[in-house]
């Protein structure tokens, strides 16, 4: 591993792709020396950042995610457009990362000289992993890529940490399951600024109709996050590829809308902010964690508490007073 923060800064905005994958991978390293040199590297990026559109995607399961994320980028690559592809993924610890197998299924964009994909990095908690895919965004942006997809592979709260970090979120349905409302979260729904109705092809075409206007009524009954955008609901076949520009009109005219209210900067803005709050809370954590008053007394207070000897509160007000005293009490 090179020692050198201008190795990598350089490399990187010189869309170098070799330092590019090298400064993700000390990015996501969890030792100390790396994680400070991946702070002077973000420092220095971080000017260069922030131009790229930000595009996050979701969707139930069977969707066909990986088929529209390739079917996409290479409508996007020959446009013009350099695109990152990365993943929210908190199930890596113990599947390994299903967005490897992505890469497998994505074979036409893995090879797209315009695109590039970056596995979930495997380990760690669900806020550890937004983290490193916060800061790979940025370093990204920085070398030149232009539109950045962040993919959630886990479920549950990764739509949340994905909504928060990107301009506008896509949520991929199916049509034809008959209960097209189960099986997303109304949560889910609010977060999205469109919906796309996938596999809207060959005897399927009605049934994505019919759910286009289910959907359409059932954002209707949502009060919209932003004065100037109304969620909208598309069909498209990612085989097929139709209406996968239209998907991208709308991407731009979202855009278009929030850089002329303001409403971008705003949204980068409070952003920021989130980003710093989680990691403050996820520093403490660790602190707590690793404060040596905390470790001497953790294994007897949790015993204390399981037999009923001492109650919760009692137990969390010692651990957190050890934090000044360290001393035995």
Known sequence: MHRDSQFYISGVLQGNRRILSKTITLIESSLPAHQ?????????????????????????????????????????????????????????????????ADKTRMERLATEPRAFIRPSPSGGSLGGVARKTRE??????????????????????????????????????????????????????????????????????????????????ALHLLTPASRTWSPVVHT?????????????DTVLEHRRRFTASGELEIKRRSQALDWMWALLDEGLKQRFFDNAGVKRRLARVLRAVEAGDTTPTAAADELLFSLDNPRPL
């Open 36 to 100: 400070d040199l991946a702070r002077q590297i973000l420092e220095a990026l971080l000017p260069h950042s922030g131009k790229a559109i930000r595009l996050g995607i979701t969707g139930v399961p069977g969707v066909g995610k990986s088929t529209f994320i390739e079917s996409f980028g290479m409508y996007l690559a020959g446009l013009g457009h350099r695109l990152a592809v990365l993943a929210v993924d908190p199930s890596s610890t113990r599947s390994g990362g299903s967005i490897m």
């Open 236 to 248: 498209c076949s990612a085989l097929e590829h139709t209406g996968i520009d239209a998907i991208w």
């Open 136 to 217: 790979t965004m940025l370093v990204c942006e920085a070398a030149g890529f232009d539109v950045i997809i962040v993919e959630t592979v886990g479920v549950g709260q990764s739509e949340t940490q994905v909504a928060s970090m990107v301009d506008f979120f896509l949520v991929l349905m199916l049509a034809g399951a008959g209960d097209e409302l189960q099986g997303i979260k109304k949560g889910v729904l609010e977060m999205a600024d469109a919906l796309a109705i996938n596999k809207a092809d060959g005897g399927n075409m009605d049934k994505a109709r019919q759910a286009r206007k289910l959907y359409e009524n």
